[in-house]
């Protein structure tokens, strides 16, 4: 941002620049404007080193129809009076003889300076319509084309150019031969300028260079563009512009000094009108679809086809017909013209308005080339050509402006085009900057996403695995259930048939069978309640009412409940003083707890439930023992007193190590569990024991050794009365 009035700056030195070869090869003009009176012209007062270059405007003699030389004015008689016509101006329109003329025809101009310093001087001769024979104090100095009577002897030619001399007795006389028959206008219709030689000389190189300068921008701006639309066809507006440049700086070499004679001096007069004219004609047209492609939505698609057509119909009348044919038609393609600049100024106004991209820019450009092609469209006008128009002329001094103008507006679409291309390249850039950055995150996502879905892969085949698992286990569940319901069902079966099929008729063995058969019904209900329960606590359906108890109080209720129930069934039941481990001095020891202490930690228990866990435990204890059952009760605290684990041991036959993990699976029992006298177990009870511990936030786990007994162990959160009191 901060660099733009410095870019401005740079724009408009550039501008500033562009400008200059105009300002130079205009400052040669600064002319002092003297009028021919009669025919001649007292140039006394006139200094051409401090006047400059002047314009031989005025009265000059005109003979209509007489080709006559210098030496036809040494006897005057044999003259016929002459007229005198105001230059410059084509001859078209003056009455002579009572009769307007048209362009064609022939005739002969005199003037004569009077007066003069004797020293070199120069005339710079313009483009005449359209031959010219020029004499200087009786010696023929310039000609272009050939002067004749007829059309067909007749040559047309443009060829501006200078002429040096030296004035004989301070005068100077000049006399014009003009013959045309292939133009509408005829006559001398520029001014001819006269100065010192050095003057003219310098003046004429100074257009010459102008007319090359211009010629050899608009020829590389012309290439440029249509190469740029050879690489980007889809932007037609260079296509356009190149076309238009290229024409314009052909044209170039065909108006002002028309450098092209110096090229090729034949070249035909024809065909440099046509190409001259065809530039102009096909530019209107092109410059309209050239807005259009700039501004699609700005330029009336109607409208630009219908210039369009009529610029081909124009065109193609140039291409086809001959110039006195094709230039009858001029003024009023001149006149389209001036529609088509209203309507392209209306839509410079509108672009501006509208705040378009560029369009100050274009319409600025658009409009100094509208200014400058104007200039040019009135000084080759008829309505110009053949009538003096002093005031005008002073005005719009040269027709060859619009090439220049041409310049300018291509200046300002190179500022657009430069523009454009570096805002891509921007744009490019930060495409490029964001992709990369967008890869660099993209690559990262993939790997996250990849990673996350190695995960969820891993986690998905961990839970195909424990849906397979689980439904095996499923599976053998329900084969265990129906096998362990199978059996009591046979067993009482077989009871029933025995008695009703009077296989059983004694009475006291009737009962003994009777009474096995309530047993077997009392272990079914078991099960059910057990399967009932276990899948209720599963389902958390089972409604818990936990109690804040005192551990002592708690370790009171379980030795009220058990001691009696285990003396009277031969159980020999150890319940220890709860403990903590010790780790003085590298070695272990136990330190049991006081009574203080345990009085003043908590657990949170519904101790009904609690009560079903010991209750089984200590049934499984006897259940799987082979000998006189020997259990042992200790509590333990650990993790500074957080937990509470609850530890029961026996003497019992232990558990195969391969069992260990299993055993609290539902349904799950030991191979060895088969050794056990009358056995009730159905697999359920360590299952229903593992779900109560863990609706006490407690775990539970087992050590074993085969032979010589189990230890169960189970955690409960304790809470530290006096630890919150501190608090
Ligand atoms: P069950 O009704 O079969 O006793 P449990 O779930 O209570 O069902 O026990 C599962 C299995 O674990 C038992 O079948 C038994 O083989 C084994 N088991 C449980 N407690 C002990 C123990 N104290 N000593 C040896 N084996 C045990």
Redesign the pocket.
Known sequence: MKRKPVKYFILIVLFILLLSPMAISSASQSLMLYQTNQGSLDLSEWDPDKNGIMKLDGQWEFYWEKLYTPDSFIDKDQLTAPEYIHQPRAWNKLIVNGKELSGNGYGTYRFRLLNLEDRIYGIKIPRVFTSYRLWVNGDQLASAGKVETNRSEMIPQYLPQIAYFKPVDNQVEIVIQVANFRHRSGGILDSIRFGDFEQITDMRNRAIAFDLFLFGSLFIIGFYHIILYLFRIKDRTNLYFGIYALLISARTLLVGEIFLIYLIPHFSWEFAHKIQTIAYYIGVPLVVLFMKSTFPLDVSKRLSKIIVIIGAAFSALVLFTPARIFNLVNPLYQLFTFVVISYLLYIVIKIIIKKRENSLIIGLGLLVFIIFSINDIVFLSTWMADAEHTLLRKIITRGNLSSYGLLIFVFTQSIVLAKKISKSFTTVEQLSNELKTINVSLEEKISERTKALELSRAGMYKAYQSAIESEQALVDFTQNISHDLRTPITAIKGYINGILDGIIKDEDQKKKYLLRTKDRIDQMTNMVQDLLDLSMLQTKQINFTFQRISIDKFINIISEKYSLDMASSNVTFILNQPFIRNMANQAESIVPLSDETISSLEISIDIEKLERVFA??FS??I???AKQPEIMLDFELIDDFNNLVIKVT?N????PPE?LPY?FDRS???S??QMVDGN????????IVKEIIASHEGIIWVE?KLGL??C?YFTLPVHNIEKNKSR
């Open positions: 089984n435990l499984n204890s259940k799987y023992c026996d019992g036959i232990g558990i069992d055993i799950y029992k030991t060895s569990n009730t177990s159905n697999g359920l009870g360590l299952a074993s007994g189990s169960f």
